[in-house]
């Protein structure tokens, strides 16, 4: 039957961090890129996009996206990275 | 059409019915085409007159069911480009034929960006004209709207390109130009190609061309009017672009063959970038006989994206699909060819529990009009059909000859094809747009949350995503490709992570979702570049089938009851105010319908 591995473990701190932490930290990020939210209306449902959605999309991924990928359990042996996989393979007759 | 030709055409039409177009043999020399890097011109690929004619075969038996055409837009490509070449339809004819469809149903469909009729029609009074002999001569297309397109207005249905206008053809545009393909209009898409098509704001544009009346039915996405065209009859076939199973999807959706070759197979060159890593080019068409051909002249190395650089040559995808004697064989090593099948492809469905009348927020807030309570059954009626419709798929393929072969998932599936490992992509947009993200967010309307995410993923992280696509790779070769030559597919995902070649076909149809016919549609996925052996099954399996020859009916043909209250059905309620509902997508949808 299927070989069902378990998804790799979540970060706990990444599930104990704060809103207001993932708040300042976002801002201050979005701040050091030059990329501004405050243009976009607080909160307003109506609209195609509004701080209050971004704010909670972004602390969403913030909370699941960066914790999983660093808690997979990596070979410090393994591949180098190759941002063509596909390609890569066919050049090496693999 | 005049009266000879009309005559001529039934005639010839006749004796199609009663034979299967020859397409593979009698467009055999586009298989030169794209083999050679640079090769743009119709004599730089020896598209000439006289090869064509040279390799013109005898045509097999054709599969049975197969409809009398009752208007040039039924033909498909390959039948369209031989009646062409031989001059029993005239460019102009069928370009006209195109245009009076587009003009009496785009309204309901809203599957066009911008339409060129002027253009259309001075290109096919030269190609009728000059009798030009390359393959594709008078055939009208229709071009994804993130394609560059010299002097046509190129949006991506984004705030950010609104007036853009191209000085140069994206170089799979200009392989299918110089093919002689004729530019009908850009298609309407998913803003910056992410979600289903809608405007930059969200709201919600193409419909699904077997459900013009029911926005419930999605168009899939985000090459959603690219399929619809296709669908409707209002071209022959189009170009998608590939990040998030955006042409399997919407050919899923609507009942096409669409093939997202491997990463590198087509240029790159004059496409928007949505993700350097994991966009694909490539064709929605009416069956695997059509989309080899499409692929075929639009593959091949191009120096202006080294992606496409240095990789196995071209294979003769219109050899590929041609009829064989003895079964499904592999080409290369001998022996049946072994399709894949990962756990779960034939798991029955849990029926649902009743959930209630109160609205839930996550599922209602797209602002779906189907009471929640009926939704839930009607998903649960699909999933059963969709098992039965692949039960159905893969006796057939084993009655071809086929060996079917049950696998595990590879060791870290289920981690690495996860929603957080897909999400590494998300960097790359961030970046490429990053100019107009720090001059004004909201030039990204709806699709902004995801470019805004892609800006928190530290790189280390970005890094770590990377090397583990590799990890992927190696184990979908070994403990995949080791056992199988094709392999089913669910969810797009997977091989886009990793580049590999996806093919969407459909499969069958269901009507206990809506009560009126959807297709139901599968998808199998290949070794890298192994595009040919992905549409010669497909091919195989459509000579057993007719899912792929059914159409839509035209939505002045629809019962009153399957309009759902749409109106009269000739779409007139466009411009002058809509009668469909303003509904839009929201934030969320950008990150769950496809890209």
């Given at each position: 039957m299927a070989r069902r591995p378990s998804p790799p473990r979540s970060v706990a701190s990444s599930q104990e961090v704060t809103d207001e932490q993932l708040d300042a930290y976002i801002r201050t990020r979005l701040a050091l890129a030059g990329v501004d939210l405050s243009v976009l209306p607080e909160d307003d449902e109506d609209a195609s996009a509004d701080q209050r959605r971004i704010m909670a999309s972004a602390r969403r991924f913030l909370r699941s996206t960066p914790g999983a990928i660093a808690d997979f359990e990596f070979d410090p042996m393994g591949p180098a990275p190759a941002i063509y996989p596909a390609e890569v393979s066919a050049r090496n007759h693999e | 059409m005049s009266e000879l030709n009309r005559r001529r055409f039934?005639?010839?039409?006749?004796?199609?019915?009663?034979?299967?177009?020859?397409?593979?043999?009698?467009?055999?020399?586009?298989?030169?085409?794209?083999?050679?890097?640079?090769?743009?011109?119709?004599?730089?690929?020896?598209?000439?007159?006289?090869?064509?004619?040279?390799?013109?075969?005898?045509?097999?038996?054709?599969?049975?069911?197969?409809?009398?055409?009752?208007?040039?837009?039924?033909?498909?490509?390959?039948?369209?480009?031989?009646?062409?070449?031989?001059?029993?339809?005239?460019?102009?004819?069928?370009?006209?034929?195109?245009?009076?469809?587009?003009?009496?149903?785009?309204?309901?469909?809203?599957?066009?960006?911008?339409?060129?009729?002027?253009?259309?029609?001075?290109?096919?009074?030269?190609?009728?004209?000059?009798?030009?002999?390359?393959?594709?001569?008078?055939?009208?297309?229709?071009?994804?709207?993130?394609?560059?397109?010299?002097?046509?207005?190129?949006?991506?249905?984004?705030f950010i390109l609104e007036d853009f206008v191209p000085d140069f053809d994206a170089t799979s545009w200009a392989r299918l130009r110089d093919a002689g393909a004729i530019l009908l209009g850009k298609t309407q898409m998913g803003p910056l190609a992410t979600?289903?098509?809608?405007?930059?704001?969200?709201?919600?544009?193409?419909?699904?061309?077997?459900?013009?009346?029911?926005?419930?039915?999605?168009?899939?996405?985000?090459?959603?009017?690219?399929?619809?065209?296709?669908?409707?009859?209002?071209a022959a076939s189009s170009t998608g672009t590939q990040t998030g199973g955006s042409i399997t999807n919407p050919s899923n959706a609507q009942a096409l063959t669409g093939i997202k070759p491997t990463m590198g197979r087509v240029s790159l060159h004059g496409i928007l970038p949505l993700t350097y890593t994991r966009d694909h080019p490539g064709p929605l068409a009416r069956d695997a006989v059509d989309a080899a051909l499409m692929l075929q002249i639009m593959a091949g190395p191009d120096p202006a994206d080294p992606r496409s650089l240095g990789l196995p040559a071209v294979p003769d995808y219109l050899e590929a699909v041609r009829?064989?004697?003895?079964?499904?064989?592999?080409?290369?090593?001998?022996?049946?060819?072994?399709?894949?099948?990962?756990?779960?492809?034939?798991?029955?469905?849990?029926?649902?529990?009743?959930?209630?009348?109160?609205?839930?927020?996550?599922?209602?807030?797209?602002?779906?009009?189907?009471?929640?309570?009926?939704?839930?059954?009607?998903?649960?009626?699909?999933?059963?059909?969709?098992?039965?419709?692949?039960?159905?798929?893969?006796?057939?393929?084993?009655?071809?000859?086929?060996?079917?072969?049950?696998?595990?998932?590879?060791?870290?599936?289920?981690?690495?094809?996860?929603?957080?490992?897909?999400?590494?992509?998300?960097?790359?947009?961030?970046?490429?747009?990053?100019?107009?993200?720090?001059?004004?967010?909201?030039?990204?309307?709806?699709?902004?949350?995801?470019?805004?995410?892609?800006?928190?993923?530290?790189?280390?992280?970005?890094?770590?995503?990377?090397?583990?696509?590799?990890?992927l790779l190696r184990e979908i070769l070994d403990e995949v490709f080791g056992h199988c030559d094709l392999v089913t597919q669910t969810a797009p995902f997977p091989f886009d992570m990793v580049g590999l070649p996806l093919i969407g076909f459909p499969i069958g149809f269901e009507t206990g979702s809506t009560g009126y016919p959807r297709p139901i549609g599968g998808m199998f996925g290949a070794e890298p570049y192994a595009e040919h052996h992905l549409l010669a099954v497909i091919a195989a399996y459509q000579r057993a089938t007719d899912w792929h020859l059914r159409r839509p009916a035209d939505p002045g043909e629809l019962r009153p009851a399957e309009r759902g209250g749409g109106g009269p059905g000739d779409g007139s309620d466009r411009r002058g105010g809509r009668n469909r509902s303003p509904r839009r997508y929201d934030l969320f949808d950008v990150m769950e319908r496809g890209e």
């Amino acid at each position: 039957m299927a070989r069902r591995p378990s998804p790799p473990r979540s970060v706990a701190s990444s599930q104990e961090v704060t809103d207001e932490q993932l708040d300042a930290y976002i801002r201050t990020r979005l701040a050091l890129a030059g990329v501004d939210l405050s243009v976009l209306p607080e909160d307003d449902e109506d609209a195609s996009a509004d701080q209050r959605r971004i704010m909670a999309s972004a602390r969403r991924f913030l909370r699941s996206t960066p914790g999983a990928i660093a808690d997979f359990e990596f070979d410090p042996m393994g591949p180098a990275p190759a941002i063509y996989p596909a390609e890569v393979s066919a050049r090496n007759h693999e | 059409m005049s009266e000879l030709n009309r005559r001529r055409f039934l005639e010839r039409m006749t004796a199609l019915t009663a034979t299967a177009m020859a397409t593979p043999a009698t467009l055999g020399a586009v298989s030169n085409a794209a083999s050679g890097p640079g090769t743009r011109s119709p004599a730089a690929t020896g598209a000439d007159g006289r090869a064509v004619a040279k390799r013109l075969r005898e045509p097999g038996l054709p599969p049975a069911g197969r409809p009398q055409p009752a208007d040039l837009t039924e033909l498909t490509l390959a039948e369209a480009a031989r009646l062409l070449r031989d001059g029993d339809v005239g460019a102009v004819e069928l370009v006209e034929a195109y245009l009076a469809r587009i003009g009496r149903w785009e309204p309901r469909y809203q599957a066009f960006n911008t339409v060129v009729p002027r253009t259309a029609l001075e290109a096919a009074r030269t190609a009728d004209r000059t009798r030009g002999r390359a393959p594709l001569t008078g055939v009208p297309l229709a071009i994804k709207d993130n394609y560059f397109t010299a002097g046509v207005r190129t949006t991506a249905n984004s705030f950010i390109l609104e007036d853009f206008v191209p000085d140069f053809d994206a170089t799979s545009w200009a392989r299918l130009r110089d093919a002689g393909a004729i530019l009908l209009g850009k298609t309407q898409m998913g803003p910056l190609a992410t979600t289903a098509a809608s405007t930059p704001t969200g709201e919600r544009t193409t419909v699904n061309a077997w459900a013009p009346y029911n926005e419930d039915v999605s168009p899939g996405g985000s090459s959603s009017g690219s399929a619809t065209a296709v669908a409707a009859r209002m071209a022959a076939s189009s170009t998608g672009t590939q990040t998030g199973g955006s042409i399997t999807n919407p050919s899923n959706a609507q009942a096409l063959t669409g093939i997202k070759p491997t990463m590198g197979r087509v240029s790159l060159h004059g496409i928007l970038p949505l993700t350097y890593t994991r966009d694909h080019p490539g064709p929605l068409a009416r069956d695997a006989v059509d989309a080899a051909l499409m692929l075929q002249i639009m593959a091949g190395p191009d120096p202006a994206d080294p992606r496409s650089l240095g990789l196995p040559a071209v294979p003769d995808y219109l050899e590929a699909v041609r009829e064989a004697d003895g079964g499904l064989r592999h080409p290369e090593r001998g022996g049946a060819v072994r399709i894949g099948v990962l756990p779960g492809f034939l798991d029955e469905p849990e029926p649902p529990e009743d959930p209630g009348p109160d609205p839930d927020p996550d599922i209602d807030r797209i602002g779906s009009s189907f009471p929640r309570r009926e939704r839930t059954q009607a998903a649960y009626r699909r999933e059963v059909a969709t098992v039965e419709a692949r039960r159905r798929m893969l006796a057939i393929l084993d009655e071809m000859g086929a060996e079917i072969v049950e696998l595990d998932f590879p060791t870290h599936w289920e981690a690495l094809t996860s929603f957080n490992f897909n999400n590494v992509r998300l960097p790359e947009r961030s970046e490429i747009f990053l100019e107009h993200l720090r001059d004004d967010v909201r030039k990204f309307g709806v699709s902004l949350a995801p470019w805004i995410n892609g800006l928190l993923l530290p790189a280390a992280e970005y890094v770590r995503g990377s090397r583990a696509r590799l990890v992927l790779l190696r184990e979908i070769l070994d403990e995949v490709f080791g056992h199988c030559d094709l392999v089913t597919q669910t969810a797009p995902f997977p091989f886009d992570m990793v580049g590999l070649p996806l093919i969407g076909f459909p499969i069958g149809f269901e009507t206990g979702s809506t009560g009126y016919p959807r297709p139901i549609g599968g998808m199998f996925g290949a070794e890298p570049y192994a595009e040919h052996h992905l549409l010669a099954v497909i091919a195989a399996y459509q000579r057993a089938t007719d899912w792929h020859l059914r159409r839509p009916a035209d939505p002045g043909e629809l019962r009153p009851a399957e309009r759902g209250g749409g109106g009269p059905g000739d779409g007139s309620d466009r411009r002058g105010g809509r009668n469909r509902s303003p509904r839009r997508y929201d934030l969320f949808d950008v990150m769950e319908r496809g890209e």
